[in-house]
């Protein structure tokens, strides 16, 4: 299984791609997508936009996961986190992928073991998990990676989950 991991941000958008193969995790790519601040919005979501079907058209997961929108005391930056997110669900939806999101606990669990961890243990797990020479860098980078790894353990739990509730509404 091969998943899109994505740290959604309209001006740095964190992505990492992930492969799960015989129980074993390998980091294909990662990397940020910058668009520059100044530009009108919609010609910075149609650059992150293109940016993202690309990656999809190169790499050709079977699943898109994204960090959940998270309001903190900024709500303008929530905002374009929340345009961002339209711009890569849009791209994962025209390519009928399915997108998954979770929260940041989520992913600190998933990958450290604990929801509170820090962004350096969370990077340094990462490099462990995916067995990198180095840690990955920009934290954007790091954290998508995360959330692809996050997606990767959970997608047979979640698909097994489904199909138990699809036999039991029958």
């Given at each position: ?21 015989g129980?074993?995790?390998?980091a ?41 929108l ?10 374009a ?24 606990q ?65």
């Amino acid at each position: 299984m091969v998943v899109l991991g994505i740290d959604p941000g309209l001006a740095n958008c964190g992505f990492g791609i992930v492969r799960l193969e015989g129980g074993r995790l390998a980091a294909l790519d990662g990397g940020v997508l910058v668009t520059k601040p100044g530009r009108p919005a919609e010609l910075r979501l149609a650059e992150l936009f293109d940016a993202v079907d690309e990656l999809l058209e190169r790499h050709a997961p079977q699943a898109v996961a994204m960090e959940a929108l998270y309001f903190g005391q900024n709500a303008r930056s929530a905002f374009a986190v929340g345009q961002a997110r339209g711009a890569v669900l849009t791209a994962a939806g025209r390519r009928g992928l399915a997108c998954h999101d979770y929260t940041p606990q989520q992913v600190k669990g998933a990958v450290c073991g604990s929801g509170r961890a820090g962004k350096e243990q969370v990077t340094r797990m990462v490099q462990a998990l995916l067995a990198l020479p180095a840690p990955p860098t920009p934290d954007h980078a790091a954290d998508a990676l995360a959330v692809a790894i996050c997606h990767a353990n959970h997608a047979p739990l979640r698909a097994e989950a489904e199909r138990a509730h699809a036999a039991a509404a029958r």
